[in-house]
Nanobody
Framework: QVQLVESGGGLVQPGGSLRLSCAAS????????MNWVRQAPGKGLEWVSTINNDGVNRYYADSVKGRFTISRDNAKNTVYLQMNSLKPEDTAVYYC?????WGRGTQVTVSS
């Protein structure tokens, strides 16, 4: 069955960086676009970024454009989110998503 497992979250100071990973299994990873979505405390889901199947096309929410970079390694069935210049408002649970499938998320906390 489809599994998406996120990792790489943690506590970081403002201005710091983190790299999230999402390991996928149970489907032909290389043929599908993948998304990162986040949920801040007390708020709804917010789309963050999408990468198409071959990694050529990448899209970002305005709130993260220029700071976050999505990438993928189809040989490893993994999608990444490099997050730089982190802000307190980036604090959220970050989820990997494809169609109706979701991982359990990884917590990112940006605080001094």
């Amino acid at each position: 069955q489809v599994q998406l497992v996120e990792s790489g979250g943690g506590l970081v100071q403002p201005g710091g960086s983190l790299r999230l990973s999402c390991a996928a299994s149970g489907f032909t990873f290389s043929t599908y676009s993948m998304n990162w979505v986040r949920q801040a405390p007390g708020k709804g889901l917010e789309w963050v970024s999408t990468i198409n199947n071959d990694g050529v096309n990448r899209y970002y929410a305005d709130s993260v454009k220029g700071r976050f970079t999505i990438s993928r390694d189809n040989a490893k069935n993994t999608v990444y989110l490099q997050m730089n210049s982190l802000k307190p408002e980036d604090t959220a649970v970050y989820y990997c998503n494809y169609f109706s499938y979701w991982g359990r998320g990884t917590q990112v906390t940006v605080s001094s």
